[in-house]
């Protein structure tokens, strides 16, 4: 993969200012519509949202979550792995991209790359995973392009809008990701 032809991003701690722009984001269907969220509108209150980001900040709620900041300084994301198990070094990786003129550029991509060098670098994992809905097609191309492989699909793993959607369940490893 060529990494000079992705964008430069900058993965940083979350803050409380961030909560306005995730739940701004929260309120646009097409970008939740692939997030595992709760099936109501909008999925979170502002209030939840500081309080979702503030269990971040403190890492009581398993998720090492980051910010997806621009080379130019834009939050326009984020992007987190949860399910952490130190005992068999994998885990389990999720990211957006709420700001929508972002989209399609690459963004993602890089961010992705920058998270999986902290899993593998600082968290010292073996595999990082994701779960990914079978129609987001844009998501699966992206993450083949970084190398992910296809481990299986989880039927009827997701409910969304009433029904139940299956997933496919994808992967990298580390020896992988540093060939």
Not at 6 to 33: G, M, N, Y
Not at 122 to 134: F, P
Not at 160 to 169: K, M, V, Y
Request: proline share 2%.
């Amino acid at each position: 993969m060529n990494m000079d032809t992705i964008p430069k991003v900058i993965l940083r701690d979350l803050t409380l200012e961030d909560a306005e722009d995730r739940f701004q984001w929260s309120l646009d269907k097409e970008v939740i519509k692939h997030l595992n969220m709760p099936d109501k509108y909008p999925p979170f209150s502002r209030e939840e949202t500081l309080n979702w980001i503030n269990m971040c900040i403190n890492r009581t709620n398993g998720y090492e979550q980051k910010a997806i900041v621009t080379g130019e300084g834009k939050h326009i994301g984020w992007i987190d792995l949860k399910n952490i198990d130190k005992l068999n070094k994998h885990a389990e990786l999720g990211i957006a991209i709420g700001d929508k003129n972002y989209w399609d550029k690459g963004y993602g991509l890089a961010a992705m790359v920058e998270m999986l060098k902290y899993g593998f670098d600082k968290l010292n994992l073996n595999k990082i995973w994701l779960r990914v809905e079978v129609d987001n097609e844009r998501a699966i191309k992206s993450y083949k392009k970084i190398g992910y492989v296809e481990e299986g699909i989880l039927r009827q793993d997701r409910l969304r809008n009433g029904e139940f959607i299956d997933r496919l369940r994808m992967s990298i490893l580390k020896s992988e990701f540093y060939r």
